[in-house]
């Protein structure tokens, strides 16, 4: 399985983002996907997963401001990024779990003025 991650880039503090994240096969019997990020220096961080039934769970920095969601229909996740804070600034993976896990390549997400 492959995970194809877009969407990053630079924003002004208090903007949106939306990150995706496409998968080479059917995401519909894919029982666990998340977005994780690290930012500089410090270790990679769960930000927010979702289950087969849409079910989701998000990190308490971020609750409120991010949603996570899937489209079976098109094999991706994503991630709506709203009120970005200077302190969201990281490199963003996609993951999956199918027998093995995956990973996406990462994209940047940059908050600053």
């Known amino acids: 399985v492959q995970l194809q991650a877009s969407g990053g880039g630079l924003v002004q503090p208090g903007g949106s983002l939306r990150l995706s994240c496409t998968a080479s096969?059917?995401?519909?019997?894919?029982?666990?996907m998340a977005w994780y990020r690290q930012a500089p220096g410090k270790q990679r961080e769960l930000v927010a997963q979702i289950r087969s039934d849409s079910g989701t769970n998000y990190v308490d920095s971020v609750k409120g401001r991010f949603t996570m969601s899937r489209d079976n229909a098109s094999n991706t996740m994503y991630l709506q990024m709203n009120s970005l804070m200077p302190e969201d600034t990281a490199i963003y993976y996609c993951?999956?779990?199918?027998?093995?896990?995956?990973w996406g390549q990462g994209t940047l997400v940059t908050v600053s003025s």
């Open positions: 993951f999956a779990m199918y027998g093995s896990a995956f």
């Open positions: 096969r059917s995401i519909f019997s894919f029982n666990h």
